[in-house]
C-alpha cells in the first residue's frame, strides 16, 4: 500500500472528500489500530473500543463529502475518539447511576411492602386476640384504647365504678401480653 499516490494527508483527505474508496481503506489500515489503542486504553472495554472506530470510519465515510477538515486529519480522528470516549463513558455512568437508583427503589418498596404486609399481620393478630377477650372486658378496653375514653368516661357511659374499669383494662393488657408476648417472641426468633 506504501506505493500508493496517496502518502500525505492532504492530499489522502481529499481524494476521500471525492469518494475515493482506495483513499478510504488507506486511511482506515492507516489509523484504525492507533485509535484502537487509543480507545481501548480509555475505555477498558475492548468492544467497546471497537464499536467506536467502526462508528468512526462508518461516520467518515458516509459524511465525506461534507467533512471540513482542512489538513490534520490525525487530530480530527483522535478528536473524534476522544469525544466517542468520553460519551461511552458518560452513558456508562448514566447506566450505572439508574441501575443504583432503581436497585435503592425496589430495595425500598420491597422493605416497605414487607413491612406493610407485617403491619396488616400483627394488627389482624392483635384484632382476633382482642375479640377473643370476655364481652365486658373487649368493651372496655376498646372504649379505653381505641376511642380513648377516660376510666371516668368510660365507667359513666357503662354505669360500672372507675375501679371496674381499671380492673377490666388491666385484666385485658395482662391477657394480652400472655397471648402476643409469645406470638411477638416467635416473630423476633424467625424474623417474620
Same mark, same amino acid.
Not at 482506515?28 to 489500530?33: A, F, L, S, T, W
Not at 399481620?121 to 386476640?129: G, K, S, Y
Not at 370476655?134 to 359513666?156: C, D, N, Q, T, Y
Given at each position: 500500500?506504501?506505493?500508493?499516490?496517496?502518502?500525505?494527508?492532504?492530499?489522502?483527505?481529499?481524494?476521500?472528500?471525492?469518494?475515493?474508496?482506495?483513499?478510504?481503506?488507506?486511511?482506515?489500515?492507516?489509523?484504525?489500530?492507533?485509535?484502537?489503542?487509543?480507545?481501548?486504553?480509555?475505555?477498558?472495554?475492548?468492544?467497546?473500543?471497537?464499536?467506536?472506530?467502526?462508528?468512526?470510519?462508518?461516520?467518515?465515510?458516509?459524511?465525506?463529502?461534507?467533512?471540513?477538515?482542512?489538513?490534520?486529519?490525525?487530530?480530527?480522528?483522535?478528536?473524534?475518539?476522544?469525544?466517542?470516549?468520553?460519551?461511552?463513558?458518560?452513558?456508562?455512568?448514566?447506566?450505572?447511576?439508574?441501575?443504583? +437508583?432503581?436497585?435503592?427503589?425496589?430495595?425500598?418498596?420491597?422493605?416497605?411492602?414487607?413491612?406493610?404486609?407485617?403491619?396488616?399481620?400483627?394488627?389482624?393478630?392483635?384484632?382476633?386476640?382482642?375479640?377473643?377477650?370476655?364481652?365486658?372486658?373487649?368493651?372496655?378496653?376498646?372504649?379505653?384504647?381505641?376511642?380513648?375514653?377516660?376510666?371516668?368516661?368510660?365507667?359513666?357511659?357503662?354505669?360500672?365504678?372507675?375501679?371496674?374499669?381499671? +380492673?377490666?383494662?388491666?385484666?385485658?393488657?395482662?391477657?394480652?401480653?400472655?397471648?402476643?408476648?409469645?406470638?411477638?417472641?416467635?416473630?423476633?426468633?424467625?424474623?417474620?
Amino acid at each position: 500500500m506504501s506505493a500508493l499516490p496517496f502518502n500525505d494527508e492532504k492530499n489522502l483527505l481529499h481524494k476521500l472528500q471525492e469518494g475515493d474508496r482506495l483513499a478510504f481503506e488507506i486511511i482506515y489500515h492507516r489509523y484504525k489500530g492507533l485509535l484502537y489503542v487509543h480507545a481501548s486504553k480509555h475505555l477498558k472495554d475492548q468492544e467497546e473500543a471497537k464499536d467506536i472506530i467502526h462508528d468512526i470510519f462508518s461516520n467518515l465515510w458516509q459524511n465525506r463529502t461534507a467533512l471540513h477538515i482542512q489538513e490534520n486529519l490525525t487530530a480530527y480522528l483522535y478528536q473524534a475518539v476522544r469525544n466517542r470516549v468520553i460519551n461511552q463513558q458518560l452513558k456508562s455512568q448514566r447506566a450505572d447511576e439508574y441501575i443504583d +437508583s432503581l436497585q435503592g427503589f425496589i430495595d425500598h418498596v420491597q422493605v416497605d411492602t414487607d413491612h406493610r404486609v407485617r403491619e396488616k399481620m400483627l394488627t389482624a393478630l392483635i384484632e382476633h386476640e382482642i375479640a377473643s377477650l370476655p364481652p365486658k372486658m373487649r368493651m372496655v378496653f376498646e372504649l379505653s384504647r381505641k376511642e380513648g375514653l377516660s376510666h371516668k368516661e368510660i365507667a359513666e357511659q357503662l354505669n360500672i365504678s372507675e375501679q371496674s374499669v381499671r +380492673s377490666h383494662v388491666k385484666g385485658a393488657l395482662k391477657i394480652l401480653r400472655l397471648r402476643l408476648g409469645i406470638l411477638f417472641i416467635f416473630i423476633y426468633f424467625t424474623g417474620i
